[in-house]
T-cell receptor
Framework: GNSVTQMEGPVTLSEEAFLTINCTYT??????LFWYVQYPGEGLQLLLK?????DKGSNKGFEATYRKETTSFHLEKGSVQVSDSAVYFC???????????FGKGTHLIIQP | GAGVSQSPSNKVTEKGKDVELRCDPI?????LYWYRQSLGQGLEFLIY????????KSGLPSDRFSAERTGGSVSTLTIQRTQQEDSAVYLC?????????????FGDGTRLSIL
């Protein structure tokens, strides 16, 4: 079956630090990959996506590249802010009718 | 609003009661999904609708769970004879056509607490 593995954290960083959240996946087909973010007290929001190998998704200073050879989709940001504190979920979609397969989420805490 | 709307936002009920959760997707989205988010299990996919049809109900946790969608729009998730392990946040999402490359847009969820 399909699965997504990501570090759970919490990950604590200082403001302006470089961020990497690792995500690796297993899939039976050729999935699309997503990062979702859940800010405190809010719902899940799409952060970025990539639908084929070597695609780079980007949004709000975050980036992730679809690496088929390493089955990875690591999330990066060059300089984090306190407002980036949230839970980040890596997810894949292998077949639309099967819904999204999510990782367990990474709790990110940014200290001023 | 233009997003996915879920109601109620919070529901507290006694064990053994039935509950009905409602989801109103983004207008024009033919695909609708239900998920459950709990501390122990993370985010679990429950069921998918394409229009009014749910081709696979095997993701529903037990036969106490049922879901329907009418008019290709609003969906309801019903839990009969609730148990304490049903306590969770139930999330609804919609996408344009249900293709794997189309992002799903989530509502704020219904937080269900079973006493």
């Amino acid at each position: 079956g399909n699965s997504v593995t990501q570090m759970e954290g919490p990950v604590t960083l200082s403001e302006e630090a470089f961020l990497t959240i690792n995500c690796t996946y297993t899939a039976t087909g050729y999935p699309s990959l997503f990062w979702y973010v859940q800010y405190p007290g809010e719902g899940l929001q799409l952060l970025l996506k990539a639908t084929k190998a070597d695609d780079k998704g980007s949004n709000k200073g975050f980036e992730a590249t679809y690496r088929k050879e390493t089955t990875s989709f690591h999330l990066e940001k060059g300089s984090v802010q306190v407002s980036d504190s949230a839970v980040y979920f890596c997810a894949l979609s292998d077949r639309g009718a099967d819904g999204l397969t999510f990782g367990k989420g990474t709790h990110l805490i940014i200290q001023p | 609003g233009a997003g996915v709307s879920q109601s109620p936002s919070n529901k507290v009920t006694e064990k053994g009661k039935d509950v009905e959760l409602r989801c109103d997707p983004i207008s024009g989205h033919t695909a609708l999904y239900w998920y459950r988010q709990s501390l122990g299990q993370g985010l679990e996919f429950l069921i998918y609708f394409q229009g009014n049809s749910a081709p696979d109900k095997s993701g529903l946790p037990s036969d106490r769970f049922s879901a329907e969608r009418t008019g290709g729009s609003v969906s309801t998730l019903t839990i009969q004879r609730t148990q304490q392990e049903d306590s969770a946040v139930y999330l609804c999402a919609s996408s344009l056509e249900g293709q794997k490359n189309q992002p799903q847009h989530f509502g704020d969820g219904t937080r269900l607490s079973i006493l």
